[in-house]
T-cell receptor, first 116, second 111 residues
Framework: NAGVTQTPKFQVLKTGQSMTLQCAQD?????MSWYRQDPGMGLRLIHY???????DQGEVPNGYNVSRSTTEDFPLRLLSAAPSQTSVYFC???????????????FGPGTRLTVL | GQQLNQSPQSMFIQEGEDVSMNCTSS?????WLWYKQDPGEGPVLLIA?????ELTSNGRLTAQFGITRKDSFLNISASIPSDVGIYFC???????????FGTGTRLKVLA
């Protein structure tokens, strides 16, 4: 298993540009999440999904969209990039005990985004 | 937004010393996770805890799920240089699908 994969690893955008951060997992996990990590702030939840076709907002959703058309993929879209969105973005997944698995959440390697 | 209180924020220790850190919350959690993050990498899961009072070990690491279900503790015995990194706790409330993370403990080991 590749686990949780993210692309790209690095990205530089200009203010106002849009882009999609890709996330995929091959563990058949129901739950997937996007976090951003800023210095001294820990990990903050942006959006999450409890299954294909179901998404919900986390703590800091403004400026981001998500969709979950398949169990494996959970892309994060930046609609109009702003310097405040400069951060490291992590995707994570876990099976969930309701789905018959533990609540152990695994992370991807991250995407480092800079918005100029 | 809600975050867990994690302490200490950072610590310098001598190689070979034992390390203790903790995480506290005003909310009750049903699952606690402890992660380690190396520079430039994603967090890696160290230990998962599912029952109040549970004590679980993973090599030199031992974590405990607090009896009140509002706290958790991580101990590292006989620290070595590769223990350097940021340690995060995370809690999950029953019936939700959102993990809440601590702000991290930055560990620096002096050889």
């Amino acid at each position: 298993n590749a686990g949780v994969t993210q692309t790209p690893k690095f990205q530089v955008l200009k203010t106002g540009q849009s882009m999609t951060l890709q996330c995929a997992q091959d563990m058949n996990h129901e739950y997937m999440s996007w976090y951003r990590q800023d210095p001294g702030m820990g990990l903050r939840l942006i959006h999450y999904s409890v299954g294909a076709g179901i998404t919900d907002q986390g703590e800091v959703p403004n400026g981001y969209n998500v969709s979950r058309s398949t169990t494996e993929d959970f892309p994060l879209r930046l609609l109009s990039a702003a310097p405040s969105q400069t951060s490291v973005y992590f995707c994570a997944s876990f099976p969930g005990r309701l789905a018959g698995g533990p609540d152990e959440q695994f992370f991807g390697p991250g995407t480092r985004l800079t918005v100029l | 937004g809600q975050q867990l209180n994690q302490s200490p924020q950072s610590m310098f220790i001598q190689e070979g010393e034992d390390v203790s850190m903790n995480c506290t919350s005003s909310s009750i959690f049903n699952t606690w996770l402890w992660y380690k993050q190396d520079p430039g990498e994603g967090p890696v899961l160290l230990i998962a805890l599912y029952k109040a009072g549970e004590l679980t070990s993973n090599g030199r690491l031992t974590a405990q799920f607090g009896i009140t279900r509002k706290d958790s503790f991580l101990n590292i015995s006989a620290s070595i240089p590769s223990d350097v990194g940021i340690y995060f706790c995370a809690g999950l409330t029953s019936g939700t699908y959102k993990y809440i993370f601590g702000t991290g403990t930055r560990l620096k080991v002096l050889a």
